[in-house]
Nanobody, 125 residues
Framework: QVQLVESGGGLVQAGGSLRLSCVAS????????KAWFRQAPGKGREFVAAINWSGGSTYYADSVKGRFTISRDNAKNTVDLQMSSLKPEDTAVYYC??????????????????WGQGTQVTVSS
């Protein structure tokens, strides 16, 4: 069983930056595809970004492309999300997720089997 714990959320003004981090409990986390999703109040869970096991392939939602960067450190079992030029519409609970190697639809929440508890990000206007 892999446990994921997110950190780094908080309150920031529009235009500001935050860095989210997710650490996993198991060493085998390094072979998983990893992703960030978010859920705003009253809305469904939305794909944000994903990264393959080597870090060589990354995927982004159009709404965050050019502003957010996903990265991973397999030695530390972490996946980070650097968020810049934040907008009020980025306000949501952000979730870290992990799926098995070989995921073919990294943008789908159904591809992921492990989820963190979430961290709140609030962007004020």
């Amino acid at each position: 069983q892999v446990q994921l714990v997110e950190s780094g959320g908080g309150l920031v003004q529009a235009g500001g930056s935050l860095r989210l981090s997710c650490v996993a409990s198991a060493r085998t986390f390094s072979v998983f595809v990893k992703a960030w999703f978010r859920q705003a109040p009253g809305k469904g869970r939305e794909f944000v970004a994903a990264i393959n096991w080597s870090g060589g392939s990354t995927y982004y939602a159009d709404s965050v492309k050019g502003r957010f960067t996903i990265s991973r450190d397999n030695a530390k079992n972490t996946v980070d999300l650097q968020m810049s030029s934040l907008k009020p519409e980025d306000t949501a609970v952000y979730y870290c997720a992990a799926g098995p190697q070989g995921v073919t639809t990294p943008r789908s929440s159904n591809s992921y089997i492990y989820w963190g508890q979430g961290t709140q990000v609030t962007v004020s206007s």
